[in-house]
């Protein structure tokens, strides 16, 4: 079914533990249509797929459909793109789930690309947002995870699986604590949201009479002064700063953007992230990294799927 780039619409899955969100994006990246509905995380596989369905229902439902060319969908990881499944942590329902297969049969066989929640809020960076324009720059979400992606040369790097970028997962404390992917001491071990919350509550920080322990609680907090909550998100901007300066040694970034939940602490966490970056990255190629915040907000799920799936020329290529 070929798409006319100046016409047809992308349809976009954005999947994640607590929602699956739909959308029809054109290739301005204009949402043209949307649906929502809950994710049942803790239902069988099925169920969940069911959910999905009813997603796309509604999307269909639009006189536009009729246009929709291609379907791309950003997943909660794992994801292999190679073989069409997802595996995502907190749906345990679908273990090597052909998400893919399921998708296209649902949408009559339009071909459909899947892409990790990192690569996707990647491409609508890349496309729409702080990295535009940029032909190397690491792209961070921190929130109850932290995940990332790459543009490499001017194109995302999505790598053989969909997961290339993953900085969640990179070791930055030798000895550090044991971390659910099974490693130990990974930049989200100290840098989401519950471990920077939960490091503040045992270094003393008490939070206030809502009795509220977010990380958004500790943020407000910083944002006031206090010296435990400010040192709570110095320790994480650390653990960011060494996995992105150790992102640039490798593939030479000159851009991080930082985006999530724990990115929207504003300053509590960029001051102190710029700082450790002036530690960490010192040679001479990796000295102009400078780092900023997310642009596109909370469509960037369903905007970087849209991305994926757009046809070359259609104003998202690589
Ligand atoms: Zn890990």
């Not at 001479?284 to 905007?303: Q, Y």
Request: charged share 15%.
């Amino acid at each position: 079914m070929p798409i006319d780039p100046a016409t047809g619409l992308v349809a976009a899955l954005d999947i994640g533990g607590t929602k699956i969100a739909g959308a029809l994006v054109d290739g301005e990246g204009r949402v043209r249509v949307r649906s929502r509905r809950p994710t049942p995380a803790r239902e069988g596989g099925e169920t969940v797929m069911a959910a999905v369905e009813a997603v796309l229902a509604d999307l269909a439902a639009s006189p536009l459909w009729e246009t929709v060319g291609a379907v791309g969908i950003g997943s909660a990881g794992p994801v292999d793109a190679s073989l069409g499944t997802v595996s995502p942590v907190n749906v345990p329902g679908w273990r090597d789930y052909p998400l893919v297969e399921r998708v296209r049969r649902a949408t009559g066989g339009r071909p459909v690309t899947l892409v990790g929640d990192g690569v996707a809020m990647t491409a609508a960076e890349h496309w729409l947002g702080a990295a535009r324009g940029h032909a190397n720059a690491l792209c961070l979400v921190v929130s109850t995870g932290v995940g990332g992606g790459l543009v490499l040369d001017g194109r995302i790097h999505p790598g053989p699986t969909g997961n290339a970028g993953h900085i969640g997962h990179v070791p930055v404390d030798l000895d550090g604590e044991p971390c659910a992917c099974g490693g130990r001491g990974c930049v989200e071990r100290i840098a989401a949201g519950p471990p920077l919350a939960r490091r503040a509550l045992e270094n003393g920080w008490r939070p206030g009479p809502d009795g509220d322990v977010s990380a958004a609680a500790v943020a407000a907090a910083a944002q006031a002064g206090d010296p435990i909550a400010v040192a709570a998100f110095e320790r994480a901007a650390q653990a960011l700063a060494a996995g992105i300066a150790a992102t640039a040694a490798l593939v030479e970034i000159d851009l991080a953007v930082v985006g999530g939940g724990v990115a929207g602490a504003g300053e509590a966490l960029f001051a102190p992230l710029r700082r450790s970056l002036d530690t960490y990255a010192r040679l001479s190629f990796v000295r102009n990294l400078t780092v900023v915040p997310a642009a596109t907000g909370t469509d960037a799920g369903l905007l970087g799927a849209a991305a994926a799936a757009m046809p070359p020329g259609a104003g998202a290529t690589g």
